[in-house]
């Protein structure tokens, strides 16, 4: 036997051990047996490069080679599913489908609570896997994908489609999750809030060597192509599971409301014995022929629905209460709770929110307590078992001290937080305006995240954020997780920064109340720093949208030395304090408000932004009586659509925005069908699919 056909007898057993392991949780052969043959070949490939090959089993174990991730434009748009909360409303979902389609199958999924992928296979080999992105495009993540153990490289069989996409979900099991954060915790970092936001860390870090050792998972969904072996979702997935992918066995034909019904009782319950994180149910139409028929609106199939699980409570013993310091000087309460199992994680920690949410609930130290984990990063505390009172509990007295540096709080009119007011001493809030000032929105430094951002300043690097513009490589690269490369990097990010324009370096200053939108307003109204520096209060109050406390705040701010001290470094390094002039494009939009929210399909929420402004309009934070247009896109809370259908605020789509660009009649918006409160669930756009 020759090396080449030894090489490929020993990748087809390895892949066909590795299905049955962690797919089929069948395993044939010992651990040992399957690294002897790992060992074999990858001794086999480093002595014959010749037969390298990206899809090779060994390419498992990942690289510490730094990648920089591609944006990628999806072949078919990865949409959004609309939620509903309530039996009723899919009730409603239902008839609407039967109403248009007449009596119909449909096949219920369970709702994984994960990170969207998209994964491309041309003659059966995996080519590209590209994240969700904005739904038109996405990042490539293929080296991380490939060293998840349940994403085929090469798939079985030989009648899959020459070139098609499967969407599914990257998971992070409970199992590593709670492995991983412990690690962590050994380690003094910061821990994962939960296993969905630990997915998508790890999916999107630099080395494909850390992807490979933190133990994601993937289940796949949804089939895209142009000639798919059969004409129904449930044939076609059940076919992808023959190829070799992970498709959930969980999945159910369902022919009427009440069996639907019965799936979604039975998994309310049993969801929490399942090893990894579920969040609902997806309820989809089976035919592709009816998917058709019922369309999709821009924001979503009309052929699919989620139905969203209530967020889950659990009941424990608040310990003691910590106390965090953020950029702006805002205190906020954490709970340290006894460990209690919540929506499949270990819950050790709970926000309080602030002084008056303690006073509200009565919450004590020893009490018992009711924490719910809903849609939350942080859970939070709702309520007090006041029957497990103890006797001798005493009202919970809040700090009148920093925790950090011992400043005396301060607590402005108006506000629900207290805050130290030692900007320039206190720790956590210098880091947290470094790493403001850093971030894509404001200055826009790669290379620098926190964990660095901290180094740097342990190291006695950086003091505040001025000192970054006296950083040289030779400084960065003997530091722990850097090197020559990674140092000229960010050092040459930290040179093109000073290119970025005022409005944002304006934001980039993290002046309290002024956000990206009010930065803008600011810039444009003023035109420099020197202007904004010294204009009055009052003056400050005739930019749109700057009221007497966002005057106050940057009146204070400018008033501090130590802030003036670093303006004035800011300048000497280079940056842009003045605004550059603008030209409008036209006055389509003039005397136009616009608030902007949700995910859109061909425009990111900052190009829409400058297309309003290059075109006269002005863009809103929030919707109010002074807004013109809530120009909707998926993901779109559903108090904005009720505020703005309350005040008579037209609703426009991404495409109706375009024709008014185009100069088209505006026409009347469509009325809304779907429940407007989305998140992504993936799911491709008909009449390109099938």
Sequence with gaps: MTAGEKIEQLRRELNYHNHRYYVDNAPEIADYEFDAMMRELQELEAAHPEFDDPNSPTKRVGSDLTTEFKTVAHRFPMLSLGNTYSLDELHEFISRVEKEVGETEYVCELKFDGTAISLT???????????????????????????????????????YPPLFEIRG???????????????????????????????????????????ARRGLDCTLYQLAGDSLPFASHWENMNKAREWGFKVSEHIRICRSAAEIDDFIAYWNDERKRLPFPTDGVVIKVNRYSDQRALGSTAKAPRWAVAYKFKAEQALTRLLSVDFQVGRTGAVTPVANLEPVLLAGTVVKRATLHNADQIALLDIRIGDSVYVEKGGEIIPKITGVELSERPADSREFEYIDVCPECGTPLVRFEGESKHYCPNQSGCRPQILGRIIHFIKRKAMDIDGLGEETVELLFESGLIHDLSDLYDL???????LPRLGDKSAENIIQSIERSKQVPFRRVLFALGIRFVGETTAKYLAAHFRTLDAVMSASCEELTETEEVGGKIAEAI???????????????????????????RTLESALFEGKSFVISGVFSYHTRDELKELIEAHGGRNLAAVSANADYLLAGRNMGPAKLQKAQKLGVRIISEEEFVSMLEGAEESQPAAVEEPQNTESAEMPSQGKLF
């Design 472 to 478: 040289q490589a030779s400084q960065l690269a003997v």
């Design 121 to 159: 296979y041309e003659n059966g080999a995996l080519v590209r896997a590209v994240t969700r992105g904005d739904g038109t495009s996405g990042d490539d993540v293929t080296n991380n994908v490939r060293t998840i153990r349940s994403v085929p490289l090469v798939l079985s069989g030989d009648d």
């Design 169 to 211: 979900e990257i998971l992070m099991p409970y199992a590593s999750f709670d492995k991983i954060n412990a690690e962590r915790e050994a380690a003094g970092e910061p821990l994962f809030a939960n296993p969905r936001n630990a997915a998508a860390g790890t999916l999107k870090q630099q080395s494909s060597a850390v992807v």
């Design 555 to 581: 009146a204070e701010y400018f008033a501090d030395e130590d802030n003036l001290r670093i303006i004035n470094r800011l300048r000497r390094a280079g940056l842009q304090f003045e605004e550059e002039e």
